[in-house]
């Protein structure tokens, strides 16, 4: 554990690491921020252990408190910082963070809500001791794996990672879509077998049966964000997959998720992740 009684990283790059990195930090200062506007080319999860701290996107902002676990998805600017106590001084947040590229079928587990619209950031309040406790358990067993000389040290850790993301999903409001809105599920099994296709929201309000206003309110409200980024991010999702598991050419993977032009789905690739599509094969592929 590192104590850092002042610091502020601006704009800091993302980690270099294979699969997964992961460790703990106690930040003993109200002045600690850290800050990527770019956001990273990875998740990034953080679960504060005790104390508290400030997700901040512009003017929007939510504080966290024990218990709570937070995702930055690939390419959200991050501003995360210690919060103020009560006498504007010394505060303390501890935490325990993980950085990593998840494996394909992981991806469902990465759908959690925002914690609030427009902030960007994934949350889960875990309620009881025993998930809490649980939590800290895989957090540290994937930072003591990153930090082994074992070979499948990427696979253990990852193994770590995505017991907890399981642990995360049995506490997010839609866990199983046992409170989803029926028409909005419907709606996304609808968009889901038609990411290859050009979509609208009026389309897909069509397919929920509902006027796109009321569609776009609902889905948001649900989903936490609205519906075409949601799309964007299932085609990116998508298109990180087929360049990690096939050796499909790029154009033929811009085809897949929705792109006619294969130049445009390159820049928007960089843009979300940071490297092009032929870079992020070269470094991330695990061919079946």
Known sequence: MSDLPSARVIDA??????????????????R???????GGTDYLLIYTDSGSGVYRQ?????????????????????????????????????????????????????????AAPGLGVGWVQLPDLASRRRAVRLLEEAAAAGASAD??????????????????????PDAGNTHRDPRIADALDWLHARLDQRLTVEQIARAAHLSPSRFAHLF??????????????????????????TLEPIQRVASAVGYADPLFFSRRFKRATGHTPTAYRQRFSRPS
């Open 13 to 30: 790059p993302s980690p270099e690491y294979s699969r997964a990195l992961a460790d703990r930090f106690d930040r003993r200062t109200p």
């Open 32 to 38: 600690y921020v850290t800050t990527r506007p770019r």
């Open 58 to 114: 512009g003017s929007l902002s939510r504080c966290s408190s024990g218990g709570d676990l937070t995702l930055y998805r690939p390419g959200v600017p991050q501003d995360y910082r210690t919060a103020r106590g009560p006498d504007n001084l010394s505060s303390t947040w501890t935490i325990l963070w993980a950085h990593f590229h998840p494996w394909p079928h992981q991806s469902p587990l990465l759908d959690w809500p925002d």
């Open 151 to 172: 070979p499948r040290r990427d696979l253990i850790a990852m193994n770590a990672i995505e017991r907890l993301l399981l642990l995360a999903r049995q506490h997010t």
């Open 220 to 245: 948001a409200e649900q989903l936490g964000r609205p519906p075409m980024r949601y799309v964007d991010e299932q085609r990116l999702r998508r298109a990180r997959e087929l360049l990690t598991v």
